[in-house]
Nanobody
């Protein structure tokens, strides 16, 4: 079965950085475009960034463009999100998934940006 284990979240001050990881299993990781999503308290889950199967193309929500970088390691089957210049509004639980897939999710990893 498709499984994702997100990690790397934590408490960080505004302007700080974090790198999130998503360990994937249960499918041929290198065949699929992947995405990061986030969900703030009481809000809908939103797309943050996407990356094509071989890592050649990326896309970002306008709110994070220029601050976040999505990448992947198709040998280790890990998706990454490098988060720089973090803002309070980046506070959310971050999830990864196959692009467009909605039927199941990992536990997510909490990112809290606060002074």
């Amino acid at each position: 079965q498709v499984q994702f284990v997100e990690s790397g979240g934590g408490l960080v001050q505004p302007g700080g950085s974090l790198t999130l990881s998503c360990a994937a299993s249960g499918f041929t990781f290198s065949f699929y475009d992947m995405s990061w999503y986030r969900q703030a308290p009481g809000k809908e889950r939103e797309l943050v960034a996407g990356i094509t199967s071989a890592g050649g193309h990326t896309n970002y929500a306008s709110s994070v463009k220029g601050r976040f970088t999505i990448s992947r390691d198709n040998v280790q089957k890990i998706l990454y999100l490098q988060m720089n210049l973090l803002k309070a509004e980046d506070t959310a639980v971050y999830y990864c998934n196959i692009n467009g897939r909605r039927d199941s999710w990992g536990q997510g990893t909490q990112v809290t940006v606060s002074a």
